[in-house]
């Protein structure tokens, strides 16, 4: 069974930190170039960032020097995991993980990371 699950939300202050992480587990994924997305009440879903198999990675410009992606491809369950430091209101969103591009029947619960002070 093909399966996504996103945990690591949570609420957090101005300037604080959280990391995500996604177990991805029942296909393929270890191939797969994976990515980070999130959706803001209002607004569409959108790629924070991205990891190829090899290790590159993307980041979008609101991000670039405060989230570092990463995956873990070593075990049974691959892992992808995004270190968000120097968060802002303005990251208040639900994050997803999914393949990149995405899939439809990939989609998961996501975790929501809520910054508030």
């Known amino acids: 069974q093909v399966q996504l699950v996103e945990s690591g939300g949570g609420l957090v202050q101005p300037g604080g930190s959280l990391r995500l992480s996604c177990a991805a587990s029942?296909?393929?994924?270890?191939?797969?170039?994976m990515g980070w997305f999130r959706q803001s009440p209002g607004k569409e879903r959108e790629l924070v960032a991205a990891?190829?198999?090899?290790?590159?990675?993307?980041?979008t410009d609101s991000v670039k020097g405060r989230f570092t992606i990463s995956r873990d491809n070593a075990k049974n369950t691959m892992w992808v995991y995004l270190q968000m430091d120097s968060l802002k209101p303005e990251d208040t969103a639900i994050y997803y993980c999914?393949?990149?591009?995405?899939?439809?029947?990939?989609w998961g619960q996501g975790t929501q990371v809520a910054v508030s002070s």
């Open positions: 999914n393949r990149h591009p995405p899939r439809d029947e990939f």
């Open positions: 990891v190829w198999y090899g290790g590159a990675t993307y980041y």
């Open positions: 029942g296909s393929n994924f270890r191939l797969s170039t």
